[in-house]
T-cell receptor, first 113, second 114 residues
Framework: DAGITQSPRHKVTETGTPVTLRCHQT?????MYWYRQDPGHGLRLIHY???????DKGEVSDGYSVSRSKTEDFLLTLESATSSQTSVYFC????????????FGQGTRLTVV | QKEVEQNSGPLSVPEGAIASLNCTYS??????FFWYRQYSGKSPELIMS????GDKEDGRFTAQLNKASQYVSLLIRDSQPSDSATYLC??????????????FGTGTQLKVEL
């Protein structure tokens, strides 16, 4: 993996609790992304960041917030987890503003019960 | 809605054969296209990128792009059992230059049989 670490790797949480997932990169890439992957839907973009404190919404952003206070860390927060947020979450990074390859972390499997 | 369509499969091919995976996309303005391989329970791994019409070869893999027809394909020559995985087609649908916001297909499962 291209210097991307996600934590935790697995988490089970209860409905209504807040959850924060962390993505840490050692590549000094500008762009970072959070995707979720669900059967029948493929990978869908939740939020992305194009620099420190610069973030924007993806196609499935409702119920999620993000923060990026340092180049290397991108946090995804579920303010009040719901069962529909049970999914596998992937962080990705890419280097420049030009279309180029994006590399993925190992994923976090989140189960909301 | 910017869509990327793939046949979910499974696509079964015998060992040593050519596997052909196809993908169509709806956004005519898309300029960059990617193929990822994903083993069960693992993260997507980039195997090919293609930006211009035509063919791009890398080892046993060939990506083909036809922007006029809005399709991109991946050929795997001399298929091996280790190629058995789900192959994800991804298209950059962001035309503002804001990095690499990708739209993914749901993937095609490939099975290479002995």
């Amino acid at each position: 993996d291209a210097g991307i670490t996600q934590s935790p790797r697995h988490k089970v949480t209860e409905t209504g609790t807040p959850v924060t997932l962390r993505c840490h990169q050692t590549e000094n890439h500008r762009y970072m992304y959070w995707y979720r992957q669900d059967p029948g839907h493929g990978l869908r973009l939740i939020h992305y960041s194009y620099g420190v404190k610069d973030t924007d919404k993806g196609e499935v952003s409702d119920g999620y917030s993000v923060s990026r206070s340092k180049t290397e860390d991108f946090l995804l927060t579920l303010e009040s987890a719901t069962s529909s947020q049970t999914s596998v979450y992937f962080c990705a990074i890419s280097e420049s503003r030009l279309p180029t390859e994006a590399f993925f972390g190992q994923g976090t499997r989140l189960t909301v019960v | 809605q910017k869509e990327v369509e793939q046949n979910s499969g499974p696509l079964s091919v015998p060992e040593g054969a050519i596997a052909s995976l196809n993908c169509t996309y709806s956004d005519r303005g898309s300029q960059s296209f990617f193929w990822y391989r994903q083993y069960s329970g693992k993260s997507p791994e980039l195997i090919m990128s293609i930006y211009s019409n035509g063919d791009k070869e890398d080892g046993r893999f060939t990506a083909q792009l036809n922007k006029a027809s809005q399709y991109v394909s991946l050929l795997i020559r001399d298929s091996q059992p280790s190629d058995s995985a789900t192959y994800l087609c991804a298209v950059n649908t962001d035309h503002t230059g804001g990095g690499n916001k990708l739209t993914f297909g749901t993937g095609t499962q490939l099975k290479v049989e002995l």
